[in-house]
């Protein structure tokens, strides 16, 4: 069983910048391709960012790519995510998850994810 702690999150104000991080309680964490997904108050889940096992291969969704970075550390079975040039439309519960059937490659599909963690409030004021 994978367990995953996400921290970081807090308020901001637009234009400014968070670092996610994302505690994955598990040995084999290289192994596993990891993502990032997010929740608005109102909406549904949404896929934020990918990234496979080594880091060598990198997924975003059109709305953050040139503001998020997604990054690994595998010597510390971590999972992050740099977020610069906040909107308010960034507002949401932000979920790391991991992907236990994908090593190489990466997914956009919630589907593909096998494990969850509960989440960290990321809310940025205009």
């Known amino acids: 069983q994978v367990q995953l702690v996400e921290s970081g999150g807090g308020l901001v104000q637009a234009g400014g910048s968070l670092r996610l991080s994302c505690a994955a309680s598990?040995?084999?964490?290289?192994?596993?391709?990891m993502g990032w997904f997010r929740q608005a108050p109102g909406k549904e889940r949404e896929f934020v960012a990918a990234i496979n096992w080594s880091g060598g291969r990198t997924y975003y969704t059109d709305s953050v790519k040139g503001r998020f970075t997604i990054s690994r550390d595998n010597a510390e079975n971590s999972l992050y995510m740099e977020m610069n040039s906040l909107k308010p439309e960034d507002t949401a519960v932000y979920y790391c998850a991991a992907a236990s059937r994908l090593s190489y490659s990466t997914s956009s599909r919630e589907a593909d994810y096998d494990y969850w963690g509960q989440g960290t409030q990321v809310t940025v004021s205009s």
């Open positions: 598990v040995s084999t964490f290289r192994s596993y391709a």
